[in-house]
């Protein structure tokens, strides 16, 4: 590869340029952060739609003053979007790592393969290449060892004797959707290098952007951090979604028995819901699984708990539709948590979809954060609404999503109507039926 540049002759004390690989929900506003910081940052993406999109200083997701940050870097000449990489002093890898959707849930990390394949193509002396993407424990060292292959003119952290040509490490991100760039710029990072020097390179490059303490440990231990904990909010939400069958079943109300045993100090228990959605607390748990499956059961029957929930929530949607023939059904919500645009592996989508399969064109959905319909949805016959249209034209409400137009809506709007509220936003709903699923009020 002798058309690859030379090592970089940059002084310390200049800002790097950086190469952020994937532009979803964690490359584009992690970009947009590094180049409010100063840095000139390319945003590679396989979509060109998304990198028109950006280029123009628009946005293709939806995230709290995102659209403001991005515009602003774009017009200031710090961020560009390609579909092409380019040579830059720090790559900074955010593609998905998703799971096979089979009895092992082997997870997939070809994405982060690809990129970085990509990245060796043009990487120089001095470089540092860091893995953001939520990944088994290993992948930094897979990702590594791929780069040595592909690049043996490069001496590579951990396999040769010397200082190394290239810094290689892991930081995941640890954000909430909605606030994702407070978190980015506030929260802590671990910041795992496969050698303590390379650690040290990485604490440099994010201590030009991040407010929160970082601290360095190794790639393995920062890659399981990630994982323990996703797997620890998935086993306390498990509990929560287990209570809400027991309760169920007992004809209890849920929502009260939590409010009551919240009360004892050392007591809080999260609220059920129709299972758990998005690409980090629904799949990274099985990362671990698939590492060690003798010895997760606990991590794993959390997973398998939480997946029975949808079901749940599906049988007794169901029963109370076939409880109203004929009357038109809105399902409000499609994201996997509140007051986002975020539809990975949402439980409130597979609910809605499952309806819209059996029951056709009496099926309308209000998603405020959707355009149109998934794919799912097509030839259905159901329909995309807004929420005033569905309180008016809709007899059966089943609640998916927790969003704030929902909880807004006042009982007077609410009444005569069929309920099932998963997400216990509407308390004052009249109406229960003696033994019947906490969250399912039927008009009175």
């Known amino acids: 590869m002798s058309n690859t540049p030379s090592s970089s002759s940059k002084p310390n004390d200049l800002k790097p340029d950086v190469c952020?690989?994937?532009?979803?929900?964690i490359g584009l506003?992690?970009?947009?952060?590094?180049?409010r910081a100063g840095c000139r940052v390319l945003g590679l993406d396989v979509t060109q739609s998304v990198v028109d999109t950006i280029n123009r200083g628009e946005i293709h997701i939806e995230e709290v003053d995102l659209d403001g940050l991005v515009h602003g870097v774009v017009q200031r000449g710090l961020l560009r979007a390609?579909?092409?990489?380019?040579?830059?002093d720090v790559f900074v890898i955010a593609v998905p790592t998703p799971f096979a959707k089979d009895d092992h849930h082997s997870p997939d990390i070809s994405y982060v393969l690809a990129a970085a394949s990509e990245v060796a193509a043009v990487l120089k002396a001095g470089d540092t290449v860091i893995l953001e993407s939520t990944s088994p424990v290993g992948t930094t060292e897979k990702m590594r060892d791929m780069i040595a292959g592909l690049r043996p003119d490069l001496k590579m952290p951990g396999?040769?004797?010397g200082t190394p040509d290239v810094s290689i490490a892991y930081c995941p991100e640890r954000v909430l959707p909605g606030r994702i760039l407070e978190e980015l710029t506030n929260n802590d990072r671990s910041i795992g290098g496969i050698t303590p020097r390379c650690a040290r390179k990485a604490l440099a490059f994010y201590k030009r952007f991040v407010r929160g303490t970082c601290i360095t440990t190794d790639a393995r231990s920062a890659e399981m951090t990630k994982l323990v904990e996703n797997a620890y909010r998935d086993v306390n939400i498990a509990f929560a979604n287990e209570l809400s069958i027991v309760s169920d079943r007992m004809g209890l109300d849920v929502w009260e028995v939590i409010r009551l045993a919240n009360r004892h100090p050392r007591?809080?228990?999260?609220?059920?819901?129709?299972?758990?959605?998005?690409h980090c607390i629904a799949v990274d748990p099985w990362f671990i699984v698939h590492g060690a499956p003798e010895d997760t059961p606990l991590i794993r029957t959390a997973r398998e708990v939480n997946d029975k929930k949808i079901h749940h929530v599906i049988a007794h949607a169901t029963a109370l539709v076939e409880a109203h023939p004929g009357a038109k059904i809105a399902c409000l919500g499609l994201a996997f948590k509140a007051n986002i645009d975020d539809f990975r592996e949402s439980p409130a989508r597979l609910v809605a979809a499952t309806l819209a399969r059996r029951y056709g064109s009496r099926v309308h959905v209000v998603e405020p954060y959707a355009a149109q319909l998934p794919r799912e949805f097509t030839d259905t016959g159901a329909h995309l609404i807004d929420l005033d249209t569905a309180l008016e034209d809709c007899d059966v409400l089943v609640v998916l999503v927790d969003h704030d137009v929902f909880r807004v809506v006042p009982l007077a709007e609410r009444s005569g109507k069929a309920v099932y509220d998963t997400r216990g936003i509407w308390p004052d709903q009249p109406g229960e039926v003696s033994g019947a699923p906490a969250g399912l009020r039927l008009a009175s």
């Open 29 to 35: 506003p992690t970009a947009a952060i590094i180049a």
């Open 82 to 88: 390609s579909t092409r990489i380019e040579p830059s």
């Open 267 to 278: 007591v809080n228990i999260l609220s059920p819901g129709p299972g758990v959605g998005g």
């Open 20 to 25: 952020v690989v994937g532009l979803g929900y």
């Open 159 to 161: 396999l040769t004797a």
